[in-house]
């Protein structure tokens, strides 16, 4: 690859990445892309994981995005895709970006409109996958010892100022 270009921001699937970001590091910033989906990526296109993104030239940044929306035309394998066996369509698919975000939201709405236990918790907003909850996922404004003491005291002011 030749550094005759350097660019300061890559626009790569809808993502600004840092163009001194190393590819192997910038592209798990774009959501659905791991680390090792990111390799494999890089390694069937050739593409050195420790250059720079901002020195790729425009056709290594459009070949990168066509392997990210179809890795299965390249040759990478099904177990490396974030959506095996997809329930709507029953193939194995990659989701990046937003649709990975509303496939997630539509398996959730499947859930909660099927009445399953994790649709359940998920309609509650309760922990969904085993995890305590006596101490832990609490919302609002906590109140420890001090703060108890502090609202008797109020009470009990208030209780005395109105007889």
């Known amino acids: 690859m030749s550094a005759t270009s350097y660019r300061a921001i890559v626009r790569l699937m809808g993502v600004d990445l840092p163009g ?33 993104i901002g020195v790729l030239t425009d056709k290594h940044i459009s070949d990168l995005e066509s392997v990210l929306r179809n890795p299965a035309q390249y040759g990478i394998p099904s177990w490396l895709f974030n959506r ?8 194995n698919l990659h989701v990046i970006g937003p649709d990975l975000l509303m496939a997630l939201r539509k398996d959730v709405e499947t859930m909660i409109k099927t009445r399953s236990w994790k649709g359940v918790r998920h309609s509650l907003g ?7 909850t006596k101490t832990t996922g609490r919302l609002g404004q906590t109140v420890g010892v001090k703060r108890k003491k502090e609202i008797a005291q109020a009470q009990q002011q208030k209780t005395e100022a109105s007889k």
């Open 20 to 52: 001194n970001l190393k590819v192997g590091y910038a592209l798990p910033r774009i959501r659905g892309v791991g680390m090792s989906f990111a390799s494999a990526a890089l390694r069937v296109l050739g593409i050195d994981p420790n250059s720079p």
């Open 84 to 91: 095996q066996r997809d329930p709507i369509s029953g193939q």
């Open 126 to 132: 309760l922990k969904v996958r085993g995890q305590k």
